[in-house]
């Protein structure tokens, strides 16, 4: 018999996958800046557990999550997925020990396992947002989010299967961006502009600015990979400055939605709103590599360690930021629903575990948030300073206390909401 696998199963497991990748990353950093750099393998077994298992498959339960279930399905079973769930991480499995072997043709087929997992559950999800009747604007931008997971997956098939040359790195670079950018960044943009108003307790965002600032991005996204198809920078330039106008509007659009809210914040909050600076920031470091490599040489070198600084601003200041705010307000939520069926008793316990979550939450949002700029001042130090020295040494250790510390208080969070019960929280709360 296949395991139960509700919404709030899909998004522990995404994180417990984004926390582990978190740790190994942590890992290559530390062996690159002591000069004894993990084989390049590790590097993608820690992106596609991030990204697969991690991101995508939150995303995958965020939707079910956030979307009312049918309503022609009993209430024990409606939320269950369990073929979907395994094959996704039977899949990522599958995928990583490929990558460890060197046996490409075994992740193009554990590529094949996550794809199918994806369309199911994009199906699951088309169906509860027509049946929900939202505007045919909302499906429409999902539906370009999913096209963009299902374009990456195929050039990621293509290059595991051979069938693309290793020479056209372009390819690669495109296959990267149509699912982080194209998919995932898209599809919690989506996300933050639905659930932030209601984590504020206000009336939402404008739609006079909504609208244009998702034409823009999805107009960025779409020649930021025309530019990397073409090998042109100046359309990856001009790309980059349509993604930042769109940034700009969603930015202010939900910014003025927190002026105007009479809540003071919370952990959640706090984590989407510095999340959306971490993406504007991320934009225009790209706009600047963009620029620094149309001069050969280019006038600031541009090593690894820099990438991977460039590349963590969004994977760690936007990504996995949104992700810890997401999941700040949808597991109280889910788990009072859950174990407490009556709306009008749920009040209590929900407020509980909200006040729990956002505990200690100025070391939790700044921690991740200075470690992860720390890693910006870590690349930028190697153009003073030799990579052995103290001073990238002491950087480095920080920015590994500073993120690791956050991740620990996080986690550490989540298992103490999934101990507590609702009969318990009558004296705690009073």
């Known amino acids: 018999m296949l395991p139960h696998c509700p919404p709030i199963v899909f998004l522990l497991t995404g994180f417990s996958w984004l926390l582990l990748a978190s740790i190994l990353g942590l890992a290559i950093l530390i062996g690159l800046v002591h000069g004894t750099p993990l084989p390049p393998w590790v590097r993608q077994i820690h992106v596609h557990a991030a990204l697969v298992g991690g991101v995508t498959q939150m995303i995958l339960g965020g ?18 997925h369990p073929s979907a769930f395994l094959a996704l991480n039977i899949g ?15 992740v193009g087929a554990a590529g094949v396992l996550v794809g199918v997992a994806c369309v199911w559950m994009a199906h699951v999800a088309w169906s509860r947002s027509s049946h929900n009747a939202p505007s045919n604007w909302n499906q429409w931008y999902y539906v370009v989010a999913f096209l963009a997971l299902f ?28 699912g982080l950018i194209g998919f995932a960044i898209v599809v919690i943009l989506g996300a933050i502009v639905i659930l932030l ?16 600032a998702l034409i823009l991005m999805l107009l960025g996204i779409a020649a930021l990979i025309g530019g990397f198809l073409n090998v042109s920078v100046t359309i990856q330039l001009v790309a980059g400055g349509l993604l930042f106008a769109g940034g700009a509007l969603y930015t202010v659009n939900l910014f003025r939605a927190w002026m105007g ?80 069926p009556n709306s009008k008793k749920r009040g209590p316990y929900l407020d509980w575990l909200t ?76």
């Open 261 to 340: 809210s009479p809540h003071n914040g919370n952990a959640a909050s706090d984590h989407l709103l510095i999340g959306l600076f971490f993406l504007l920031f991320t934009i225009v470091l790209g706009i600047l590599v963009g620029v620094n490599s149309l001069s050969s040489p280019p006038v600031m070198p541009f090593g690894t360690l820099h990438l991977i600084a460039y590349t963590h601003m969004a994977l760690l200041g936007f990504i996995l930021q949104t992700s810890m705010g997401v999941l700040s307000h949808l597991i109280p939520v889910t788990l009072a629903a859950s174990r407490v």
């Open 63 to 80: 939707f079910l999550a956030m979307m009312p279930p049918p309503h022609s399905t009993g209430s024990a079973r409606r939320d269950s």
């Open 197 to 212: 108003p209601t984590v504020l307790n206000t009336s939402g965002s404008s739609p006079t600015l909504k609208q244009p």
């Open 151 to 178: 374009g990456g997956l195929a050039f990621g098939e293509m290059l595991a299967f051979g069938l693309i040359p290793e020479s056209y790195g372009h390819l690669r670079i495109a296959h990267i961006h149509l």
């Open 92 to 106: 990522t499995v599958a995928m990583l020990v490929g990558f460890w072997l060197h046996h490409y043709q075994v």
């Open 355 to 430: 006040t729990i979550m956002d505990r200690w939450r100025t070391i939790q949002v700044g921690g991740l948030s200075l470690g992860t700029m720390g890693l910006g001042i870590l690349a930028t130090l190697t153009w003073n300073v030799p990579l052995g020295s103290l001073y990238i040494r002491v950087m480095t250790w920080t920015c590994f206390g500073l993120l690791l510390s956050s991740l620990i208080l996080f986690s550490v969070k989540l298992v103490l909401l999934f101990s507590l019960q609702p009969k318990d929280s009558s004296s705690s709360v009073a």
